[in-house]
């Protein structure tokens, strides 16, 4: 058994010239066929694409100061040394000038004649003023309590950083047509 191939392109011209034999003989039933142009088909798809891509900004914020008053010690405290000297005085004391004695005394009457005795001599006391130590030199301490006073200072609260901010992405959806079905051409038969 044979078989014969035959390609489209030879059925195609064959139905061409079939078709135009039997235009010219008037084609009539189930014999003819006519030429049908299927257009293409076009849909719409919608697509979502990045308008604007994610960023990330970053803004330094400075550092952040204040004043704040604290004391400070100007002087400290201190002793002042107030020498004081000794103080004297005056003492009077009653002192032996002389101890008892006795001694020989010879004198004359009032008629010339001379005579002798002994006589006893109390003892001889005087007065003596001499200059004393009332109290010792000494040196004695004042103290001074320290000196405050308050100040004022510019201090950090809060140091310089850097902060950053992202800002989303942005999409959009937009359509756009496509190609579904391509046009084709093709034979139906006449009066169908």
Not at 40 to 62: D, H, K, L, M, N
Not at 176 to 191: D, H, I, P, T
């Amino acid at each position: 058994m044979l078989r014969k191939v035959i390609s489209a392109s030879t059925f195609t011209a064959a139905l061409l010239l079939g078709a135009q034999g039997a235009q010219a003989g008037g084609c009539r039933g189930s014999a003819c066929y006519n030429l049908v142009d299927a257009p293409p088909v076009y849909g719409s798809i919608s697509e979502t694409f990045v308008a604007r891509p994610e960023q990330t900004q970053a803004r330094v914020v400075p550092a952040e100061y204040d004043y704040v008053t604290e004391n400070v010690m100007i002087q400290p405290a201190r002793q002042i040394p107030h020498h004081r000297a000794a103080q004297y005085g005056s003492v009077t004391e009653k002192v032996l000038i002389s101890g008892p004695t006795r001694r020989w005394e010879v004198t004359r009457d009032a008629y010339g004649n001379t005579s002798g005795c002994w006589v006893d001599v109390p003892a001889q006391y005087g007065y003596q003023s001499r200059r004393v130590e009332i109290s010792a030199a000494f040196v004695e301490y004042e103290t001074l309590p320290a000196v405050y006073t308050q100040r004022q200072r510019k201090v950090m609260v809060r140091p310089t950083y850097v902060e950053h901010h992202t800002i989303p992405a942005v999409y959009e959806t937009r359509q756009r047509q496509v190609l579904v079905k391509q046009g084709s051409q093709y034979w139906a038969r006449a009066g169908y």
